[in-house]
Nanobody
Framework: QVQLVESGGGLVQAGGSLRLSCAAS????????MGWFRQAPGKEREFVAG????????AYADSMKGRFTISRDYTKNTVYLQMNSLKPEDTAVYYC??????????????WGQGTQVTVSS
């Protein structure tokens, strides 16, 4: 059974940083692209960042470029999202995902349960 477990969410002040982790179990995802999505109250879930298998390519939503960094550790089967210069509008539930494809529209094979990130002003 595939399981994606996110951690690292919490409450932070604007301008602060958080690092989210996503530990995958049940199988090895080294050959899959992984990604992060987020969903704010009353809004649709949106793509945040993705990393291709091998870590050779990354992709970011425009509003996250320069502030967020996605990375992965194959030895730990874990994906990270380093978030810097956080803004109140970054407040959302952040979801880890195994991507079914790399291009757009991004399709998801598996979802994590989500972790709450709250940025206070």
């Amino acid at each position: 059974q595939v399981q994606l477990v996110e951690s690292g969410g919490g409450l932070v002040q604007a301008g602060g940083s958080l690092r989210l982790s996503c530990a995958a179990s049940g199988r090895t995802f080294s050959n899959y692209a992984m990604g992060w999505f987020r969903q704010a109250p009353g809004k649709e879930r949106e793509f945040v960042a993705g990393i291709r298998w091998g870590g050779s390519s990354t992709a970011y939503a425009d509003s996250m470029k320069g502030r967020f960094t996605i990375s992965r550790d194959y030895t730990k089967n874990t994906v990270y999202l380093q978030m810097n210069s956080l803004k109140p509008e970054d407040t959302a539930v952040y979801y880890c995902a195994v991507l079914a494809n790399w291009g757009e529209p991004r399709q998801v094979r598996y979802w994590g349960q989500g972790t709450q990130v709250t940025v206070s002003s």
